[in-house]
Nanobody
């Protein structure tokens, strides 16, 4: 099985920064695209940023120029550097990965989520 473990969430004041980390582990042959999503209670989960195995990135308009997604393919790890945080960025952030396991089955996996709270 493949597991995703997130870390780095917490409480930060508006204007501050946080760095989220998500490491994929388990019976992994290859990790393809990875991304970060966020969700506020009562609202749909939304894409924050995604990155392909080649390093191509895509961001939600609301976080462009403030957040940066990156990855370390050797460690099967994706990062989200969040700068200039705003109260509206507060949410549970979920890691996502498209991964192929050791028997060649490709699936999408989700982490358990990490809370990001931004105080004004």
């Amino acid at each position: 099985q493949v597991q995703l473990v997130e870390s780095g969430g917490g409480l930060v004041q508006a204007g501050g920064s946080l760095r989220l980390t998500c490491a994929a582990s388990g019976n992994i042959f290859r990790v393809n695209a990875m991304g970060w999503y966020r969700q506020v209670p009562g609202k749909q989960r939304e894409l924050v940023a995604a990155i392909t195995s080649a390093g191509n990135t895509n961001y939600a308009d609301s976080v462009k120029d403030r957040f940066t997604i990156s990855r370390d393919n050797a460690k099967n790890t994706v990062y989200l550097q969040m700068n200039s945080l705003k109260p509206e960025d507060a949410a549970v952030y979920y890691c996502n990965a498209d991964a192929t396991n050791l028997v060649g089955i490709r699936n999408v996996y989700w982490g358990q989520g990490t809370q990001v709270t931004v105080s004004s």
